[in-house]
């Protein structure tokens, strides 16, 4: 399993980034993919994550309205757009994958099966 994420950064509060993530491997039988993120001295937590066959999504509140997650099942590919960033999300940004059979979609950290190595995201103010 290899999960391939990319396009963090810096930028200014209010701006935006995409985040993706390409999946390889048996990570392409997902049947859920999410972003979760650490920021500095704080536990990693859930951010939103999509069926992987349905599409449906789910998300935190606090990033409800800002953060839209997708994918791309031609390229394999999950994303994040993040828009109207705050400092609060400054974080390195996760993407995981759930493999073993499931019918619904999780929050908690466990239940996702493969991560990816993280990108940095910083938002100043």
């Known amino acids: 399993v290899q999960l391939q994420a990319s396009g963090g950064g810096t930028v200014q509060a209010g701006g935006s980034l995409s985040l993706s993530c390409a999946a390889s491997?048996?990570?392409?039988?997902?049947?859920?993919m999410a972003w979760l993120r650490q920021a500095p001295g704080k536990e990693r937590e859930f951010v939103t994550a999509?069926?992987?066959?349905?599409?449906?999504?789910y998300s935190a509140d606090s990033v409800k309205g800002r953060f839209t997650i997708s994918r791309d099942f031609a390229k394999n590919t999950l994303y994040l757009q993040m828009n109207s960033l705050k400092p609060d999300d400054t974080a390195v940004y996760y993407c995981?994958?759930?493999?073993?059979?499931?019918?619904?979609?999780?929050?908690?950290?466990?239940?996702?099966?493969?991560w990816g190595q993280g990108t940095e995201v910083t938002v100043s103010s």
């Open positions: 491997g048996r990570a392409l039988s997902a049947y859920a």
């Open positions: 995981a994958v759930r493999v073993r059979y499931t019918t619904v979609v999780a929050t908690t950290e466990g239940w996702y099966d493969y």
């Open positions: 999509i069926s992987w066959s349905s599409g449906r999504t």
